[in-house]
């Protein structure tokens, strides 16, 4: 897979292992798997941290977990099914729905960091070491219509909140803050996450989405 080249900078996209253990028992540098998807006349950005290891995937693209619940918050809001982007009788997802879908909605993905270690094997962002942060400057430069960001996890949030200064500390579930990038006025969403782990049911997770979708969709 080529970079991901756009405004502003390269992102090496390879999905590769970087080194080995080097005696120093450092767990191995991995390099983000996916390009960016940047979709014409994106209005949201959703980020997240960094893709599960492969063997969690069900397919090879963004929240790949099939435990994760994103794909069926969008499938209640948008079409009152949680499982209208799930492929009948198969624990996967339906991958060119998704996309076919992002792109009609003006819908932009990515993730926070490019290169991380795994402390500990999983996905967990306490278990993450980011070795490379993402452009986030080039990648809403790539993004001129973009009028809001949605960070998915803590880790996610902290890496964007520090990057541009802004205070999200008191920011509540389900709001916003506006924030100012080279003369553009943004919005930060905070919005619960799409993990099982996080404890809410999923139709009320879709309830707190909704309020972003209709404010910027």
Not at 60 to 80: H, S
Not at 125 to 141: F, M, N, Q, S, Y
Not at 145 to 173: E, P, S, W
């Amino acid at each position: 897979m080529n970079p991901m080249k756009f405004q502003g900078g390269v992102m090496n996209c390879t999905g590769k292992i970087d080194n080995k253990e080097d005696g120093t028992g450092e767990p191995e540098i991995e390099s983000h798997p996916f390009e960016p998807w940047l979709p014409e006349g994106a209005r949201l950005l959703m980020l997240g941290t960094f893709p599960p290891a492969p063997k969690r995937w069900c397919m090879p693209w963004y929240y790949p977990n099939f435990q994760n619940d994103m794909w069926r918050i969008f499938g209640i809001l948008f079409f009152k099914d949680k499982e209208h982007f799930i492929v009948p009788d198969e624990k996967r997802f339906d991958l060119p729905a998704i996309q076919d879908f992002l792109r009609l909605h003006h819908i932009a993905i990515f993730d926070t960091a490019l290169r991380i270690r795994r402390m500990k094997g999983t996905a967990s962002d306490k278990d993450l070491e980011i070795v490379e942060p993402t452009d986030l400057d080039g990648l809403l430069r790539s993004l001129p219509q973009c009028r809001g960001v949605l960070t998915a996890g803590q880790l996610a949030t902290k890496v964007f909140t520090d990057h541009y200064g802004i205070n999200a500390r008191h920011l509540k579930m389900g709001e916003y803050m506006e924030f100012s990038f080279e003369g553009r006025t943004l919005r930060l969403y905070r919005m619960p996450s799409s993990s099982r782990a996080y404890p809410m049911a999923v139709e009320k997770k879709a309830v707190y989405y909704k309020r972003m979708f209709d404010d910027l969709l």
